[in-house]
């Protein structure tokens, strides 16, 4: 049920190790979430955009993964632009729409899906366990560490445990429908699953302990650093860069021309 | 409700963060290793319960179930929100990584705080009282939850407050079914498998 669809790839970014493109991808982020310059944010953006062909993902998959997040800056839409006071740009019926609320909406547009962009690219090119590998890597707690991957692990089981319950349950005519009965009945469907899941758990634990299990989940995979750290670093760093420096540059290149 | 990445200020952000950051060392500290994989299927439990829709009237709510996990975890509520909902940004990109401890203390600190407050009715002998706990748990910690988006919105900006209004609003109907369902599950789970809510090891 859960899709890692693009945790598997030959791109420069499939080839880095998770530790360095986790610590690139929250500062990059940080950048654009932290920018308040439409310049900034709307540079930051646009090569967030073409992050997504550099590491080889299908931008069709990707647009679906961004209704979400549109969702809720939709909805964000409905309300900034009249609510900001400022100067008036047009009014519908009687509620004015200001420059400043409108500047605000887009910024957060652009940041939100400046962000999934740079998550798609950076984190989900690597498979979760190897991200909880990297975390353990990064000095985060063992049990932390452990709980994202068991975590991950049951997501599955669990997931086909309610179907089947479910299946069952419309075997028998059960529609679901606002009224007592469903709650009821979903209501005990998933009280039957936490309890087997409590159980699982404990089982789990032993067969852990017999296997002896210290509490610690080892990778095998001795990663080293190498040169595709060196470039996604780089491409990051350069971005950040020019970001900050947009209006140096400008000058610049306008000396250069004149 | 997630919110999306870019939209909290600096300050929201990092109060936020340092809510999360301090519960998940509380309940990360309260967890002894034994119950780490207890508490990793009660965690994708409540991943797939957002999974789960139900009706209401014309539309549909997905389950939210911050309440049960609470009185279920306690301050383990923490280490287990945050997981489940750093596994929900990378699969479904819901929220996102910087606004990750926001969004994880407004789920988390409602499910902590309800812990506190409801769950001796919880395993109270008599029937009644666990399902009128249950039910709070439920319906209490859903609308904090609402009232805490709404408050990041808030301190983001003034000019916000028509959008957290709404978000509020909009938490409850939520708040009724989710106090049902919760109320339900612990009743069933006392009833099944009363050391799930008692902690009692054997």
Known sequence: MLEESFSSGKSIFHKADARVKIIVACLYILT????????????LFIFSCFLIPIARISFLKVLKRLIVVNSFVL???????????????????KFVATLQGIEQAFLITLKANGAILIIVSFINTTSIPLLGYALDKLKFPPKFVLLFLLTYRYIGVIFEEFNRLMNAAKIRNFILKTNFHTYKTISY?????????????KRVYNAMLLRGFNGRFYSLQHTRLS?????????????????????????????LIQ | MHISEGVLSPPVLITGAAITLVGTWIGLKNTKAQQVPLMAVLTSTFFVASLIHVPLGPSSVHLVLNGLVGILLGFGAFPSILIALLLQALFFQFGGI????????????????????????CIS??????????????SISIILSGTMVALCLFFTGSNFNHAAKTVLIAHVPIMIIEGIITALVVDFIFRVKPEMLLGTEH
Do not use: C
């Open chain 2, 98 to 121: 910087i606004v990750l401890g926001a969004n994880t203390a407004n789920m988390a600190l409602p499910a902590v705080i309800v812990y506190l407050l409801f769950k001796k009715l």
């Open chain 1, 75 to 93: 909805f964000l839409w409905f309300f900034l632009p009249f609510s900001t006071p400022g100067t008036p740009v047009f009014h519908i019926y």
């Open chain 1, 32 to 43: 654009l979430v932290l920018s308040y310059d439409l310049d900034r944010v709307l540079i």
């Open chain 2, 125 to 138: 002998e008599k029937r009644r009282n666990r399902i009128i706990g249950g039910f709070l748990s439920g």
């Open chain 1, 227 to 255: 040169k595709y750290d060196v470039y996604i670093s780089f491409i990051t760093f350069f971005i950040i860069a020019i970001s900050m420096f947009n209006q140096y540059i400008l000058f610049f290149v306008m000396k």
């Open chain 1, 189 to 201: 469907m998933f009280a039957m699953i936490l309890i087997r899941s409590y159980e699982r758990g």
